[in-house]
Nanobody, 122 residues
Framework: VQLVESGGGLVQPGGSLRLSCAAS???????MGWFRQTSGKEREFVAA????????DYADSVKGRFTISGDNSKNTIYLQMNSLRPEDTAVYFCAALISNSAYVEPWAYTYWGQGIQFTVSS
């Protein structure tokens, strides 16, 4: 299974952007998540969605600004990001968790995308 992120780029503070993550195949997953990483820092949890789409969770830093969603018919998940801040700048990764593990932990995820750069700057 390959995960491919798209939608990154440059956005001004206060702006919006949507990231997409497309899976190459249909597969069984428990959670799909978004993580981000900046230079010299550990990869951090951003958001995750349960496979039924009935439950989603967010890091406190993005709660109320970011929304994770999925379209199983397209094997794609999305991260809608609003009210963007310079501190949101990072490489964003999508990932798939197939086991019953902690969805906020990067080590729990089996499949990862290659990451996509996203910058918030005026």
């Amino acid at each position: 299974v390959q995960l491919v992120e798209s939608g990154g780029g440059l956005v001004q503070p206060g702006g919006s952007l949507r990231l997409s993550c497309a899976a190459s195949d249909t597969f069984t997953w428990r959670y799909m998540g978004w993580f981000r990483q900046t230079s010299g820092k550990e990869r951090e949890f951003v958001a995750a969605i349960y496979w039924r789409g009935t439950n989603a969770d967010y890091a406190d830093s993005v709660k109320g600004r970011f929304t994770i969603s999925g379209d199983n018919s397209k094997n794609t998940i999305y991260l809608q990001m609003n009210s963007l801040r310079p501190e949101d700048t990072a490489v964003y990764f999508c990932a798939a968790l197939i086991s019953n593990s902690a969805y906020v932990e990067p080590w729990a995820y089996t499949y990862w995308g290659q990451g996509i750069q996203f910058t918030v700057s005026s």
